[in-house]
């Protein structure tokens, strides 16, 4: 599984970087997307579209949380102009997950939408 945490490190950073690469190119494929449908289908109706996600530790039996996450994904619609003011100003990604910062920069925050490749439920 991608971007699980490692015991040795050099290859923690080795696994990190392919699952941003993995992220990126995600995140890039979303973005596109978004932004042509909005531009080339939606505008000139007055309509706006949005990529979110909202991602949740899930907790286990005993109350502890676990390394899992609830991830759910969604493309929002606003069809009022007060609408797509407020759609604009949300923000893409709620929820943490695992930023894997330290060695490749890997933040989720900065997503359109939380990628597919964590462990999940």
């Known amino acids: ?16 970087s392919v699952c941003k690469r993995q992220g990126d190119s995600y995140d890039r494929a979303m973005r596109d997307w978004q932004q042509g449908f909005n531009t080339e289908v939606l505008e000139r109706r007055g309509v706006y579209c949005k990529t979110q996600s909202k991602a949740e530790k899930v907790v286990d039996m005993t109350g502890q949380k676990s390394d899992n996450a609830k991830v759910m994904r969604w493309v929002a619609f606003a069809f009022t102009e007060e609408g797509v003011k407020s759609l604009k100003d949300d923000p893409h990604v709620d929820g943490k997950l695992p ?17 597919g490749n964590w462990k999940e439920v």
């Open 1 to 16: 599984a991608c971007c699980l945490p490692m015991i040795i490190p050099g290859l923690s950073c080795v696994v990190c």
């Open 99 to 115: 930023s894997y910062k330290g060695c490749c920069g890997f933040d989720t925050k900065d997503y359109v939408m939380h990628p």
